[in-house]
């Protein structure tokens, strides 16, 4: 299956560059993509230098790495960390009590 782990080393690519673990969250993928983006934004360069250019390529790799995993296809849980470093495992979701169940009409 080549083109399953071409895809996997592609997002665990884009990973490293925006410097998320694959246990980020969508909000702390798009942190790591817009503290890059200050970093590297190429109207911080004086226009027509290499360092513009540089910092052009740049955006596109971080705008890329951030199209790829976006929606974090590679986040996973760990249930004896939980879905991130220091968090209890997630319990079974359930049902809170009806508090409506034992009446027999209710009047608005």
């Not at 503290?35 to 360069?45: T, V």
């Given at each position: 299956?080549?083109?399953?782990?071409?895809?996997?080393?592609?997002?665990?690519?884009?990973?490293?560059?925006?410097?998320v673990?694959?246990?980020?969250?969508?909000?702390?993928i798009?942190?790591?993509?817009?503290?890059?983006?200050?970093?590297?934004?190429?109207?911080?360069?004086?226009?027509?230098?290499?360092?513009?250019?540089?910092?052009?390529?740049?955006?596109?790799?971080?705008?890329?790495?951030?199209?790829?995993?976006?929606?974090?296809?590679?986040?996973?849980?760990?249930?004896?960390?939980?879905?991130?470093?220091?968090?209890?495992?997630?319990?079974?979701?359930?049902?809170?009590?009806?508090?409506?169940?034992?009446?027999?009409?209710?009047?608005?």
């Amino acid at each position: 299956m080549p083109f399953v782990e071409d895809q996997l080393a592609e997002w665990k690519a884009a990973y490293r560059l925006l410097d998320v673990p694959p246990s980020a969250t969508s909000n702390d993928i798009r942190k790591g993509q817009r503290r890059l983006l200050k970093r590297w934004h190429p109207d911080l360069f004086t226009a027509g230098t290499d360092e513009q250019t540089e910092a052009t390529r740049m955006t596109q790799f971080i705008n890329e790495a951030y199209a790829k995993i976006e929606n974090a296809p590679l986040r996973y849980y760990d249930a004896t960390r939980g879905a991130r470093e220091g968090r209890l495992p997630r319990t079974k979701f359930e049902d809170k009590p009806d508090p409506f169940k034992n009446m027999e009409r209710v009047e608005f």
